[in-house]
């Protein structure tokens, strides 16, 4: 399908200074693998929540504010195995996207003068909200992390300076996750926070493809609340069904912050529409009921056309922890940066993501790598892939 002529593309890197600004650009390409956000279509039984959305709607109204929260707080944490963060459900607050979750939580650190240690890889928006509050950042790298046997003395070496320890699990790009087999690496790095007193930040937000994947969480706040460590915790739905960013994220901290982070949460915003609180709900039971499989059939299906048409040659695929809706590929030629590579694709409207953005403190590191975002029609994705072959050897010669 060719573009109408008013959409092409005038494209140079260097117009653009985060990933969202590549995400926007994205939204007018044919193929867009850019934005980790779901634009598959509705499963069978999701068609069925969409012809009831005036049910949904009329079902808000009858309902008190508080009762759509709280049904979806349970809904939400119960089916994600997280059923101690329910003790203090109350205290569980409803923001509209995950990034506001994570501006308040900068404002936090802001007003605290708090330095913080933040995962590198990540999603570059976490870095970039702190930065904009002047909060002094350090990279901990995500190798740090590998070996649970040596997590306590690398965050000793790497986080000793700092007042807080932000990480991201599963990670976005790189689907790392410290809950493997076990959560001993887990443990290990709450058990730092606790012994040295720092804070520990905990993005979630792609959580809900461990599920997915068919395991099951650990239940991290029972970890938290047992180790007495002050905590903030992030937790999503923007990524998982396609809901339109009709979407829903979750802020909750250990006891002793929560007054804290709350009055500043009240600045913000006073309530998540009850109408696209009952909508969540209704995709929560559907994931309940189909034990995931309309997210985790799709994505696996695209992530392996990922692999059968990109892996080998000039591109070689990551093997994540967890399958998260993106894929991960390193270039194996040093000539070739993910700038580059990505200009190539763009000029023939395939739109994926630079490494650079992630690695936000080494970008040298991330021009070895592009992120192909996963949740797309499994027919789109297929031409996507079969014509990103063809650039790339036309190109490259392989
Ligand atoms: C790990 C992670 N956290 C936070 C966000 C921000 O989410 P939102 O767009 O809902 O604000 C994203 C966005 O992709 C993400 O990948």
Known sequence: MALPENTTLEYSNENYIDITQHEIEALKTEFNLADAHTHQSQSET??????????????????????SEQEFIEKFYTLHGQTTALKRKDEIYLVYAASIGMHITATYLMQRNMRVGLIEPCFDNLHDLMKHMRVPLSPIDESLLYDAS????????NAIALDAVFLVDPNNPTGFSLFDLDAEGFIEVVRFCKDYNKLLILDLCFSAFVLANGKSRFDIYEILENSKVSYIAMEDTGKTWPIQDTKCSTLHTSKDINNDVYNILTSVL??????????????LDDSKNDKFSSVNSLISK???LAIQYLDGGLLKYYQPKVD???AWFEITNPDVTSDQLQQVLVERNVYVLPGKYFYWAHPERGQRY????LARNTDMFT????????IISETYGK
């Open 370 to 373: 592009i992120r192909v975002a």
């Open 383 to 390: 031409q996507a892939m079969i014509t990103t072959a063809n």
């Open 302 to 304: 695209n992530r392996q």
């Open 46 to 67: 999701q068609k069925e929540i969409i012809n009831d959305l005036p049910n949904l709607w009329y079902a808000a109204e009858r309902k008190t504010q508080y009762q």
């Open 150 to 157: 040596n997590i306590y003395d690398n965050l000793m070496k």
């Open 324 to 326: 998260t809706s993106v």
């Open 270 to 283: 006073l309530n998540v529409s009850p109408f696209i609180l009952n909508l969540v709900s209704r995709y």
